[in-house]
RNA sequence: CGGGAUGUGGCUCAGUUUGGUAGAGCACUACGUUCGGGACGUAGGGGCCGCAGGUUCAAAUCCUGUCAUCCCGACCA
């Protein structure tokens, strides 16, 4: 390709609008342009790069064999209503009408479409195991929009399904689909990590997701140096801890506490460590109250008790006046001694001598409360969110933190689709099962916006050379000098003729110029043709590496050839 | 959905406090000089000042409403 004929729209202010490398750097080099809060029009450059991620999820997942179809991005009511997730869904569903005022929706996710999809067209046990999936774009009407790509309301995602007949099957199935994706993330040149992830409360034994490391990421992946344990922040199970001592149970005590609502007040006007409170939070889950207990310095995991007590739908903080009704006191003084709800304790509070804890009556705690004797949690459990330094649940090492970007997603679903929409089948004994389902996300467009966020520098995109737009740019340094652009054209013509995505810098402008936006589009390997070509010799400079080398123009295609090979 | 901020030419922004009829840099067009890390000069073109009301002799500027965008949080199959 001619730069002078591309559509590069390459700035050199940055938008005010982005605030992170990938977001600024995608509308800099003229990959993207917003149209609206989440919404963007992938330029020719952005095109390109979104077509090979596209074309590497595509050899990988044909290679595991899954067949690719593609369904409507514009679906009937009907399709989410057996499932019930027309409902589900709620705002972040794009909804319309029909001129004959028929509910329509732009898909945010095809689970119930590729169940359907099953149920009418496979007839046969002997057709199963099966794996179908599609590259298609999807749309959430996100609350809040963010970071440009990697939050948006549209976007483009690979989604797949597998169909088995049992959990052996499934296993197999997904495990294919793990080992598929770590090929598609290797080759899209990301540093990622695998975490095990929450299934969420309709259930499933498998659940990881794929992590690309950036502190601009939406997700805490917490690991473990020492043995590789990874897990979603939301996940990780916690190894309960004693802070205290031993010691002998005392009496318990009420004590006057005005106005100390937090634990901080607490900690300050007692003298004492938070560690020594528990903290007892009421939740309104559906529609029914529970309170759940952490230590002072704990904070409790929403993820994890909802899981806990089966909440399928909400689970939120009680409202003030609930939480007034329910502890017979102002905010901030609620205890489990003769609360009428049940109450869930963290593992770590069982395990508390002399705590201090909410009296239920305002202005009062009680202190050297001990468990079972001044009261007894209806459940103990994991339910507390796990922090840097807690010992990794696998071999007690302390667990690190990152944050992190969710590209992709493998979750074994079970029967949840298959139960709701009616896919059986009858087995060689002509017995009715149900089909066993696995689901298989990756963001695509997001994937792009991951690999500019871990590979880039002050001038601009590093891209691998899998996913560059181009490969390879040639530029004459100036374009008014014949034999340097003569020169230039042949390299340019001689590396298209071996197959390689080739770009020439061919516009009337400065020297300067075309190396700023060379660094910027961030092609991978660099040919500049330049005051030595009479020479023979010209300048190979890799976008990663700091300094040029001299090369002669007779070895300059092969040595581009040859790293872009290695590299692909 | 709660909190905060911002809307002025394609981009970055000044002008708003203290109303007086719109400005800079970059980009664009033409010519000349320059020519290996976003050149310089001269001359140009381009703006319903987000939108709608209101106050006023006069509104980018003050008031009311509304829309949009961004940030923090809540939410996120």
Partial sequence: MRMSKLLMPT???????????????MLRAG?????????????????????????????????????????????PAEAYQASGRWEVFGQ?????????????????????????????????YKEYPMTLYQIQTKYRDEARPRFGIIRSREFVMKDAYSFDLDEKGLDISYQKMYEAYNRIFKRLGLDFTVVDADSGAMGGSGSQEFMVKSPVGEDGIAYCEKCGYAANYEKCECIPTAVDAPEEEKEREKIHTPDAHTIDELVQSLGMKPENFAKTIIYRADDKYIAAMVRGDRDVNEVKLKNLIGCVDDLELAEP?????????????AGPIGLGIPV??????????????????????????????????????DIRVVVTGDACPVCGEPIKSEQGIEVGHIFKLGTKYS????????????????????????????????????????????????????????????????????????????????????????????????????????????????????????????????EAIETSIADAADKAEEFIKKNK
Wanted: with cysteine; proline share 3%; glycine share 6%.
């Fill in 11 to 25: 700035l050199r202010e940055v938008p005010a609008e982005a605030e992170i490398a990938s977001h600024r750097l």
């Fill in 31 to 75: 990959l993207i342009r917003k149209l609206a809060a989440g919404v963007y029009s992938y330029l020719p450059l952005g095109l390109r790069t979104l077509r090979k991620v596209q074309d590497i999820i595509r050899e990988e997942m044909d290679r595991a064999g899954a067949q690719e179809l593609l369904m409507s991005a514009l679906l």
């Fill in 92 to 124: 972040s569903m794009f909804r319309l009408k029909d001129r004959g005022e028929r509910d329509f929706c732009l898909g945010p996710t095809h689970e119930e479409l590729f169940t359907q999809c099953v149920i009418d067209n496979v007839k046969s």
């Fill in 321 to 333: 006046d609930a939480v007034r009704e329910i502890t017979n006191a102002k905010v901030g003084f």
């Fill in 344 to 381: 869930y304790a963290d593992k770590e509070v069982a395990m508390m001598k002399n705590f201090i804890i909410g009296a239920n009556e305002s202005d009062m705690h009680y202190k050297n409360v001990n468990i079972d004797r001044d009261f007894t949690p209806d459940v103990v459990a």
């Fill in 419 to 546: 139960d709701s929409l009616g896919l059986k089948y009858l087995d060689e004994n002509g017995k009715q099962q149900t089909v066993i389902m696995g689901c298989y996300g990756i963001g695509v467009t997001r994937c792009v916006a991951a690999a500019i966020e871990q590979l880039h520098d002050d001038d601009g995109i590093i891209w691998p050379v899998s996913i560059a737009p181009y490969e390879v740019l040639v530029i004459p340094a100036n374009y008014k000098n014949d034999e340097q652009v003569a020169a230039a054209e042949k390299l340019y013509q001689e590396l298209k003729d071996r197959g390689i995505d080739a770009l020439i810098d061919d516009r009337a402008e400065r020297a300067g110029v075309k190396f700023k936006d060379a660094d910027l589009i961030g092609i991978p390997v660099r040919l500049v043709v330049g005051k030595k070509c009479g020479e023979g010799i010209i300048e190979y400079k890799e976008r990663s590496a700091k």
